[in-house]
């Protein structure tokens, strides 16, 4: 791992860690259904639901309810909340299709994601992953809210996810985060280099 992947993945595990303390992620895995099961979808996020002003964060205590290798559809047994999220499979490529929320017998739903399709997207075999998050808009007054969220539909590894296309809002918030590691290096290096030449100093003046 070089300089900059290190910089980086610090970045974005600082950025993150107050998120995930406060909420734990939501993780799913669904396999498909040859003679010999293998993962074919699998996701992990924070989730929060928002409608006429009243905010419902998701649990973790979520059960399947009939996801599939393009269709993650899942129930917080907490909060009564089903969370649906469709994926529509272009053969070399994937993008998010459809979002649908459930709550108190009502739907709310948005299949014209043209605000997130662009960045909820990415080849066939790889991986999405947003730390920052982002929100759909499911109607006039109410959106999903979706955190830390790593995806992968239709081929996944056995255990874990395949390299990841990063979404803008994370390369926003990272950039920023490693010039300042930089700028911060560079102040210690600086001060380091200034006493190291006071001490040589002062001894010389000594031996004279």
Partial sequence: ??????????????????????????????????SEPSPCLRAEFTAEFESGGQKIKLSDNVIDIGSNCGLLNIKDNTTNIELSIQFL??????????ANVT??????????????????SGKYGQSFLCTAGFSIE?????????????????????????????????????IPAIVGTILALLVILVLITYVIGRRRTRIAYQEI
């Fill in 1 to 34: 791992m070089n300089i900059w992947s290190f910089l980086f993945f610090t970045a974005v595990s600082a950025s993150s860690s107050s998120s995930t303390q406060e909420n734990k992620l939501i993780r799913v895995v669904v396999n498909n259904t040859e």
């Fill in 138 to 174: 499911l109607s006039e007054d109410s959106k999903l809210t979706l955190g830390r969220i790593q995806l992968q539909p239709f081929k996944v590894p056995e255990d874990t996810f395949a390299n990841p296309v990063i979404c803008p809002q994370d390369i926003s918030v990272v």
């Fill in 103 to 120: 709550y108190n017998t009502t739907e709310y739903s948005n299949s014209t994601i043209e605000n997130v399709s662009a960045p909820l």
């Fill in 89 to 98: 499979n272009n053969i070399d490529t994937w993008s998010m299709l459809e």
